[in-house]
C-alpha cells in the first residue's frame, strides 16, 4: 500500500511537492494537506483528490492520516510541526533550512536523539541534482589533483518586497552552506561578506548583490556571488579549481536558437524548473527510504545544524562582522 503523506504547507514548494507525489512519485499519496489559507487548501486537495483538510498536524495525527510528513512551511515554523511528528515517531522531510538558528536546531537534534534512528531529512534539493553529484564523485576521485577553490554564482530574477537583507544569507545562501561542504567533504570554517556596487534595481531595503567568502576546514577557499536582482533569469552554477584542471556545472542546457544573426541558449527563470529533476529523485528517495524501513536517504538534522550555525556566522558577517568563524563541531555517530 502507498506511503501516506501529510504536506504541512501548501505555498509554492508545498503545492509543487504535492503535484509532484500525486503525478510522478511512486508508492505514495497526500493523504492529508495542512494549510491555513482556505485559497491554497482548495488549490491543493483538487491537485490530490482523496486528501483531507486539517487545522493541524497533531489533529492528522490523532486521526491517524498519515505515515510520513512534509514539511513545506516558513522556516520558523517547523519547530512546532516537527516536534509532535517526531513524538509520534514519524518519518519527515523538511523543507529547508531545519529551523532558524543553531538554538533550536540543537533542540530537534536532542529529541531525534530519543528515537532509535534519525527520521528526518532536510529538502536540500542540490544534492540530488546529477551535475553537482559528478562534481562531487570527481573531487572524490582525486583524479583532477586536490581541490584549491570553488566558484560559485547563485542568481534570482527577483524576489518579493517581504525578502528581507537577512534571507540572502537564511533564505538562499543557506543551500551553498549545504552543498559546498558536502562537494568538498569539510565544513565551513569562516565566513566574511563583501559588498559589490549596489544594484540600483534591488528593493528599496535590500543592498546586494553581496559576495559571500567561505573558508573550509580543509584550506579550500569559496565565493558564492549572491545576486537577487539580476533580472534576466536564474542561474546557479559552480566552478572547481583543481590543481590539474577546471570543472564546471550549471551552465544553460535549454533551447538553442540562431535567428537575427544572433546564438542563444534559453535558460531557467526560477528553481521551480531548474532544480525540478533533483526535486523529483528528492522525494522518490525518501519515499522509498521511509517504504523499505531506512527512513531517511539524503542531508539528516545534524546537516540542517551545521547550515544553522553557518548561517548565524553569515548573518554576523553580512551585519559588519568581519570575518566570523564558524564553531567546529563533531558529528555523533547516530548522524554517521
Ligand atoms: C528560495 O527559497 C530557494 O530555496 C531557492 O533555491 C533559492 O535560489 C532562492 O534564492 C530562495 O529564495
Known amino acids: 500500500t502507498d506511503l501516506r503523506i501529510g504536506v504541512v504547507g501548501a505555498g509554492l514548494m508545498g503545492a509543487d511537492h504535492i503535484t509532484r507525489i500525486t503525478r510522478r512519485i511512486n508508492g505514495a499519496v497526500v493523504s492529508a494537506v495542512v494549510e491555513p489559507d482556505a485559497g491554497r487548501a482548495a488549490a491543493a ?11 493541524s498536524i497533531e489533529d492528522a495525527i490523532a486521526a ?11 522556516g520558523k515554523f517547523h519547530e512546532p510541526v516537527i516536534v509532535p511528528s517526531l513524538e509520534a515517531k514519524l518519518p519527515i522531510l523538511c523543507e529547508k533550512p531545519l529551523t532558524p538558528d543553531s538554538a533550536s536546531a540543537l533542540r530537534i537534534l536532542e529529541l531525534e536523539q530519543k528515537l532509535d534512528r534519525p527520521h528526518i531529512q532536510v529538502g536540500f534539493m542540490r544534492r540530488f541534482d546529477d551535475e553537482y553529484q559528478a562534481l562531487r564523485d570527481l573531487i572524490a576521485s582525486g583524479e583532477p589533483g586536490e581541490l584549491m577553490m570553488l566558484r560559485c554564482v547563485h542568481r534570482n530574477p527577483s524576489v518579493p518586497d517581504s525578502y528581507t537583507q537577512q534571507m540572502l544569507i537564511n533564505d538562499s545562501v543557506v543551500h551553498e552552506f549545504d552543498v559546498v561542504p558536502w562537494l568538498a567533504g569539510s565544513p565551513v570554517a569562516s565566513v566574511e561578506v563583501k559588498f559589490p556596487r549596489r544594484n540600483s534595481l534591488s528593493p528599496a531595503h535590500l543592498r546586494e548583490p553581496i559576495l559571500v567568502l567561505m573558508q573550509l576546514e580543509n584550506g579550500v577557499h569559496v565565493d558564492v556571488e549572491m545576486n537577487v536582482s539580476v533580472q534576466f533569469g536564474y542561474q546557479v552554477a559552480t566552478e ?11 551552465q544553460p542546457s535549454g533551447l538553442q536558437q540562431w535567428r537575427d544573426g544572433r546564438f542563444s541558449i534559453a535558460d531557467h527563470t526560477s528553481f521551480v524548473t ?3 529533476p533533483a526535486y523529483d529523485a528528492q522525494i522518490q528517495r525518501w519515499v522509498d527510504a521511509v517504504n523499505d524501513g531506512s527512513l531517511i536517504d539524503g542531508p539528516n538534522a545534524y546537516d540542517g545544524y551545521r547550515v544553522a550555525l553557518a548561517c548565524e556566522a553569515g548573518v554576523k558577517a553580512l551585519e559588519g562582522g568581519g570575518v566570523v568563524p564558524v564553531e567546529s563541531t563533531a558529528r555523533p555517530a547516530f548522524y554517521a
Open 64 to 74: 491517524d492520516a498519515v505515515d510520513a510528513v512534509l514539511i513545506a512551511t516558513p
Open 274 to 276: 531548474r532544480f525540478a
Open 240 to 250: 572547481a579549481v583543481f590543481e590539474k584542471g577546471l570543472a564546471r556545472i550549471g
Open 45 to 55: 486537495a483538487a491537485d490530490a483528490p482523496g486528501s483531507q483538510a486539517f487545522a
